[in-house]
């Protein structure tokens, strides 16, 4: 059994390589995923730290991601640090899933109803996705007008 489980690491670890490097370098749908930052001592990735991003509190998880406060070094702005772990995304479509969210938030930045994407950072393990911090959570909305919201709001 052991033998077994290492070989199926090694096939999954394989798996998450090719998707994670050579689809999103060279499919053409997967452009929006960029490449992923140089692995020197330049790069920061901790718990408290993701480049210039200082990382604050949860504020949410999903299937795929976890999403955290955080704020950029040398400003008093919050954003969202949506964190995406490569382990989690072991298909091709679900890595299409993840690049086509990017390729509609970037289409739709000029709505004022929908948040904007500040940056995308891909390190070995990890996709960050940081945008405006939205207001209340969807659900929260949801909860708090049972009866739907007044015309005129």
Not at 28 to 54: A, M
């Amino acid at each position: 059994f052991v033998l077994l489980r290492q070989k199926y690491d090694q096939q999954k670890s394989s798996l998450i390589n090719v998707l994670w490097t050579q689809c999103c370098t060279y499919h053409p749908d997967l452009r929006q995923i960029p490449h992923q930052v140089p692995d020197d001592d330049t790069f920061i990735e901790s718990e408290e730290q993701v480049g210039k991003y200082f990382v604050k509190e949860a504020l949410g998880e999903g299937q795929f991601a976890m999403v955290k406060s955080c704020v950029c070094a040398g400003s008093d702005t919050e954003y969202a640090l949506k964190i995406i772990l490569k382990e989690r995304i072991t298909s091709f479509s679900s890595l299409m899933r993840v690049s086509t969210e990017i390729d509609n938030l970037k289409h739709l930045k000029n709505s004022e109803y929908i948040i904007k994407i500040t940056d995308i950072i891909q390190s070995p393990s990890k996709l960050y996705i940081i945008t405006e911090k939205g207001g209340f959570d969807l659900f929260e909305f949801f909860d708090a007008h049972p009866d739907g919201v007044p015309d005129h709001w």
